[in-house]
């Protein structure tokens, strides 16, 4: 037999419960699969609707009155509370029961009509000054308001919750006096650190917007949405409501961590004040998430786009929510990366990416006049590129998918040409990624025909193939040969202009008005002609004229010295007066005598005057010997 619960003067044996007044029993009020054995007077004296059940029990003449009560809110748990307040036994109200006692006593009509102070007034109260004013509590209210959900809209209960949260979510979050445990210290959210529970007035300076992510990720989809709407309505900035919707997103759907791009805040690794985990159907949450979001770009937001859009396609979402997808990744397609682009085929298709979801969105980039504003530096990064940035971004990023799929064996051809000319021409300065996605999707399927390859080589432009593509395209044994030719014939061009502009550059006689466009033109086609093989030839040219210039300059030199010394050779032989000075001769030849010519003996003289002739014959030889060495 199970043994009586005793609880504040009732107790419970198996599913009834019993007051223990000692008194017999005339009422029963069964709520579910419960039975309550009370008295009539405590409970018609309180509640309206009791006593008109018990008017209308009048004429019967059943002891017991007996009565069932359906759908009651908060059930057996919330009808005790109500029993034990009839009673008069003290009754304390929490914020995980206010919102249910509230409607409870609503039902029974508990109004101050039947009696001073009763239960609906005392709940309101309670709800007004302690629930209202109280992050923590309000949340809590809110959260267990979900089960009598319709009576707490009729009694404004939620409203009245959702505008007090989102009035607190844009102010000083310590005036709410919640404390928390959090990173193994006792604070409240707003950074006041407290201490047994008291707040010290210390602060902790944080510039923290987003410490309310986590409390709220427990709320139900559709209350987090009616939040988030009221939020917005009160102004909060659009990076923090777009932060809490991608934290709820990430919470509640697993698959899109990877995808997420992150936020500034903090992971909470402490339940929120012991709420309970929401239970969320994901497909619904996702249909809703993508209502909320704004029409805004950035880098982490592009990338959690693009996560919802794979877990959209897993999910199989609605197709109206998969194309607001798909667009609103299109109009910022130019932040994407090339990892989150591979999104798998998650029906029965053959290939192993979804390239057509890819096809739409490059056409929604292409097509969509995109006059989104972006996110504020500080919160979700990049400001707007302009559209021909735009433009090449994306074009190099479709060229790179391009690469990266054409490995797969079941791609058709047809697929890799949509794929390549959905983007106009003039989005690629170099067609050299394309043609690298192509060799790798040849290579890839050696039984494409001929007659297929052709018609996917006729996407590349060959005049704005580089030189080192030429090269590798000319000499490639995968490519048609009626291809080959075509790039040999522009591989010659290139070539061509490109010695052309060399040789300009090394020409000495252009003007000094056109000399800063030379050396321009010749440092691009030097730079052509290098990456094509010339480069060794174009040195040794420019080196060679410049010695050839430095030589001439050099033989001027030297027969200008010659000159000089042949003429004051002449000059010396002529003048008798210059032997009776050797000192004078030594002099201009840049010789120092030693001897005075007051000590001379008239041999020495005679060794003297044959002296200005061998200083000739030396400089003959220095000079021929300098001639030699110059060309050699």
């Given at each position: 037999?199970?043994?009586?619960?005793?609880?504040?003067?009732?107790?419970?044996?198996?599913?009834?419960?019993?007051?223990?007044?000692?008194?017999?029993?005339?009422?029963?009020?069964?709520?579910?699969?419960?039975?309550?054995?009370?008295?009539?007077?405590?409970?018609?004296?309180?509640?309206?609707?009791?006593?008109?059940?018990?008017?209308?029990?009048?004429?019967?003449?059943?002891?017991?009155?007996?009565?069932?009560?359906?759908?009651?809110?908060?059930?057996?748990?919330?009808?005790?509370?109500?029993?034990?307040?009839?009673?008069?036994?003290?009754?304390?109200?929490?914020?995980?029961?206010?919102?249910?006692?509230?409607?409870?006593?609503?039902?029974?009509?508990?109004?101050?009509?039947?009696?001073?102070?009763?239960?609906?007034?005392?709940?309101?109260?309670?709800?007004?000054?302690?629930?209202?004013?109280?992050?923590?509590?309000?949340?809590?209210?809110?959260?267990?308001?979900?089960?009598?959900?319709?009576?707490?809209?009729?009694?404004?209960?939620?409203?009245?919750?959702?505008?007090?949260?989102?009035?607190?979510?844009?102010?000083?979050?310590?005036?709410?006096?919640?404390p928390m445990k959090m990173y193994g210290s006792f604070q409240s959210p707003g950074g006041s650190i407290l201490w047994n529970g008291i707040n010290t007035g210390a602060r902790i300076r944080s510039s923290e917007s987003d410490w309310w992510f986590?409390?709220?990720?427990?709320?139900?989809?559709?209350?987090?949405?009616?939040l988030i709407k009221t939020m917005q309505k009160r102004g909060i900035r659009t990076e923090n409501l777009v932060g809490a919707i991608m934290y709820y997103s990430r919470k509640h759907l697993p698959g899109l961590g990877r995808w997420r791009g992150e936020q500034g805040g903090k992971t909470r690794t402490?339940?929120?004040?012991?709420?309970?985990?929401?239970?969320?159907?994901?497909?619904?949450?996702?249909?809703?998430?993508?209502?909320?979001?704004?029409?805004?770009?950035?880098?982490?937001?592009?990338?959690?786009?693009?996560?919802?859009?794979?877990?959209?396609?897993?999910?199989?979402?609605?197709?109206?929510?998969?194309?607001?997808?798909?667009?609103?990744?299109?109009?910022?397609?130019?932040?994407?990366?090339?990892?989150?682009?591979?999104?798998?085929?998650?029906?029965?298709?053959?290939?192993?990416?979804?390239?057509?979801?890819?096809?739409?969105?490059?056409?929604?980039?292409?097509?969509?006049?995109?006059?989104?504003?972006?996110?504020?530096?500080?919160?979700?990064?990049?400001?707007?590129?302009?559209?021909?940035?735009?433009?090449?971004?994306?074009?190099?990023?479709?060229?790179?998918?391009?690469?990266?799929?054409?490995?797969?064996?079941?791609?058709?051809?047809?697929?890799?040409?949509?794929?390549?000319?959905?983007?106009?021409?003039?989005?690629?300065?170099?067609?050299?990624?394309?043609?690298?996605?192509?060799?790798?999707?040849?290579?890839?399927?050696?039984?494409?025909?001929?007659?297929?390859?052709?018609?996917?080589?006729?996407?590349?432009?060959?005049?704005?193939?580089?030189?080192?593509?030429?090269?590798?395209?000319?000499?490639?044994?995968?490519?048609?040969?009626?291809?080959?030719?075509?790039?040999?014939?522009?591989?010659?061009?290139?070539?061509?202009?490109?010695?052309?502009?060399?040789?300009?550059?090394?020409?000495?006689?252009?003007?000094?008005?056109?000399?800063?466009?030379?050396?321009?033109?010749?440092?691009?086609?030097?730079?052509?002609?290098?990456?094509?093989?010339?480069?060794?030839?174009?040195?040794?040219?420019?080196?060679?004229?410049?010695?050839?210039?430095?030589?001439?300059?050099?033989?001027?030199?030297?027969?200008?010295?010659?000159?000089?010394?042949?003429?004051?050779?002449?000059?010396?032989?002529?003048?008798?007066?210059?032997?009776?000075?050797?000192?004078?001769?030594?002099?201009?030849?840049?010789?120092?005598?030693?001897?005075?010519?007051?000590?001379?003996?008239?041999?020495?003289?005679?060794?003297?005057?044959?002296?200005?002739?061998?200083?000739?014959?030396?400089?003959?030889?220095?000079?021929?010997?300098?001639?030699?060495?110059?060309?050699?």
């Amino acid at each position: 037999m199970t043994q009586p619960q005793k609880l504040s003067g009732f107790h419970r044996q198996g599913h009834a419960w019993f007051c223990n007044a000692g008194l017999p029993s005339d009422i029963t009020i069964s709520i579910e699969d419960i039975t309550f054995h009370l008295h009539m007077f405590p409970l018609i004296s309180r509640c309206g609707k009791i006593a008109r059940a018990h008017e209308e029990s009048k004429n019967t003449k059943r002891k017991t009155l007996a009565i069932e009560l359906e759908e009651f809110p908060g059930g057996p748990d919330i009808f005790l509370i109500v029993a034990k307040f009839c009673y008069g036994f003290r009754v304390e109200l929490t914020a995980r029961d206010v919102a249910l006692v509230y409607c409870a006593s609503d039902h029974l009509e508990m109004t101050d009509e039947f009696g001073e102070d009763n239960l609906l007034q005392k709940s309101e109260s309670f709800f007004h000054k302690s629930v209202l004013h109280n992050w923590k509590e309000c949340i809590l209210a809110l959260q267990s308001s979900e089960p009598v959900l319709p009576r707490a809209e009729k009694l404004q209960l939620v409203s009245k919750c959702l505008n007090a949260l989102s009035m607190m979510a844009c102010t000083d979050p310590s005036l709410f006096g919640w404390p928390m445990k959090m990173y193994g210290s006792f604070q409240s959210p707003g950074g006041s650190i407290l201490w047994n529970g008291i707040n010290t007035g210390a602060r902790i300076r944080s510039s923290e917007s987003d410490w309310w992510f986590e409390d709220i990720s427990y709320l139900s989809v559709s209350l987090f949405e009616r939040l988030i709407k009221t939020m917005q309505k009160r102004g909060i900035r659009t990076e923090n409501l777009v932060g809490a919707i991608m934290y709820y997103s990430r919470k509640h759907l697993p698959g899109l961590g990877r995808w997420r791009g992150e936020q500034g805040g903090k992971t909470r690794t402490v339940a929120s004040f012991g709420l309970s985990p929401a239970t969320v159907d994901q497909k619904v949450l996702l249909e809703s998430i993508e209502k909320l979001l704004p029409e805004k770009k950035g880098e982490s937001f592009c990338r959690f786009l693009l996560g919802l859009l794979r877990v959209a396609l897993i999910l199989n979402v609605n197709q109206s929510c998969k194309d607001s997808l798909e667009r609103r990744i299109g109009t910022q397609l130019d932040l994407a990366t090339l990892e989150s682009l591979l999104i798998p085929t998650y029906s029965d298709s053959d290939t192993l990416y979804n390239t057509g979801c890819i096809e739409r969105i490059v056409h929604h980039f292409i097509t969509t006049e995109s006059n989104l504003t972006a996110f504020s530096p500080s919160s979700l990064e990049m400001q707007a590129s302009p559209s021909s940035e735009s433009l090449r971004k994306v074009a190099k990023l479709i060229d790179s998918y391009i690469a990266e799929i054409a490995s797969d064996a079941n791609l058709k051809p047809g697929t890799i040409r949509a794929l390549a000319e959905a983007l106009p021409n003039s989005s690629r300065s170099l067609h050299d990624g394309l043609y690298r996605a192509l060799d790798i999707y040849f290579q890839a399927h050696p039984c494409v025909s001929d007659k297929e390859k052709e018609e996917l080589c006729n996407i590349i432009d060959y005049q704005k193939l580089s030189i080192d593509a030429c090269a590798h395209a000319s000499q490639n044994k995968r490519l048609p040969l009626r291809v080959v030719l075509q790039v040999l014939y522009f591989e010659q061009l290139h070539l061509r202009s490109a010695l052309t502009g060399c040789l300009n550059t090394l020409d000495g006689e252009i003007a000094p008005t056109a000399a800063g466009a030379a050396t321009s033109l010749g440092d691009t086609a030097g730079e052509i002609v290098e990456r094509g093989g010339w480069v060794k030839f174009v040195r040794e040219t420019r080196v060679l004229k410049l010695d050839m210039n430095r030589m001439s300059s050099r033989v001027g030199e030297l027969e200008e010295e010659f000159s000089k010394i042949k003429q004051e050779m002449k000059s010396v032989t002529k003048s008798h007066s210059s032997f009776s000075s050797p000192r004078l001769i030594a002099r201009k030849f840049g010789c120092k005598l030693v001897p005075r010519l007051s000590d001379a003996q008239p041999e020495s003289l005679d060794r003297s005057g044959s002296a200005p002739r061998a200083s000739v014959e030396r400089a003959r030889r220095s000079l021929k010997s300098r001639h030699s060495q110059s060309f050699s």
